[in-house]
């Protein structure tokens, strides 16, 4: 039997055959194929108000266009008023201005009026939702004093700040601020015990207390509130403008409805919705980014 070459006498060892390596080229997707989902969505969340739209301004149509009819029909509507729509920014001294003016006077109102009610209500509701002894004694009056209609506070401010302007900012000020220290307090008193339990053994301060636990914990609720609060707040200052008279939305729909203009009040009214849903669109945006993600949207 032939016995076995050592390792070192066997033949020189083959070479491995080198492969080529081949880039595969990326297939991008198509400009369809990233925009489509896109466009899905887009059109899922637009297509069906518009439909709707379009439906209810044919019956309007439908209804309003025969003889005798007491409202406008919406091609009237937009006869009536295309100067108004399409020149929102003349300016004709006094009340004859555009709309744009109108709504932006309104809007400081209810900046100013919405803005205090948001520091006052958070700083109460923090209040009752820590103290047993507080919300005892507070929550029983914010419950009755939230059921008083805006425009029976108008009459009293008017007597105490003799004066149109700080009168509907307390108006826009004590109406929004009842659901903003009502979810607060329920926000703080949902706090989780266990969190409680930490800040004791660490020994925070109250302060930092309220920036790391309190704060962070209540932020989805509080915003909740404010969403409440501003569209309460622009409820609340047209309702306030018709009393007060100047420039502003609320006076614009009362004075053309003192000219027999129905159609300017109807574009008045299409305009105040638009601006109540951008600013709830608005705060429910800021409270996204501020609670990250965790508010109701």
Not at 121 to 129: K, M, N, S, Y
Not at 153 to 170: C, E, K, N, T, Y
Not at 187 to 202: E, H, K, S
Request: proline share 7%; aromatic share 10%.
């Amino acid at each position: 039997m032939q016995a076995l070459k050592p390792a070192a006498e066997a033949g020189p060892p083959i070479a491995a055959a080198e492969a080529d390596v081949v880039a595969l080229p990326l297939k991008r997707p198509s400009l369809a194929e990233r925009c489509g989902p896109v466009f899905s969505a887009a059109s899922a969340r637009v297509v069906p108000p518009l439909i709707v739209l379009a439906l209810l301004l044919v019956v309007w149509e439908l209804l309003c266009a025969q003889a005798g009819s007491r409202l406008p029909p919406p091609s009237k509507v937009l006869t009536d008023t295309w100067d108004f729509i399409v020149d929102p920014f003349y300016d004709n001294g006094g009340i004859d201005k555009g709309a744009f003016w109108h709504i932006a006077r309104s809007l400081s109102r209810v900046a100013v009026g919405f803005a205090l009610a948001a520091v006052v209500g958070i700083a109460l509701g923090v209040l009752v939702g820590q103290s047993t002894w507080a919300m005892r004694g507070l929550d029983p009056i914010f419950q009755v004093l939230r059921t008083i209609p805006p425009l029976a506070w108008l009459p009293l401010s008017l007597a105490g700040f003799r004066d149109a302007q700080p009168s509907a900012i307390f108006v826009i000020f004590i109406t929004s601020i009842w659901p903003v220290i009502i979810n607060t307090s329920v926000g703080v008193r949902q706090i989780p015990q266990d969190y409680r339990n930490v800040a004791a053994v660490i020994r925070l301060s109250w302060y930092e207390f309220f920036w790391k636990i309190t704060l962070p914990a209540t932020v989805p609720y509080i915003f909740t509130g404010l969403r409440i609060g501003v569209g309460l707040s622009w409820l609340a200052i047209v309702a306030a403008e018709m009393l007060i008279g100047g420039v502003g939305i609320g006076f614009f729909i009362w004075d053309a409805w003192n000219s027999s203009r129905i159609s300017d009040i109807i574009v008045a009214l299409t305009y105040i919705g638009l601006v109540g849903f951008l600013l709830d669109r608005l705060i429910a945006a800021l409270g996204h980014v501020v609670s990250r993600g965790t508010s109701a949207s």
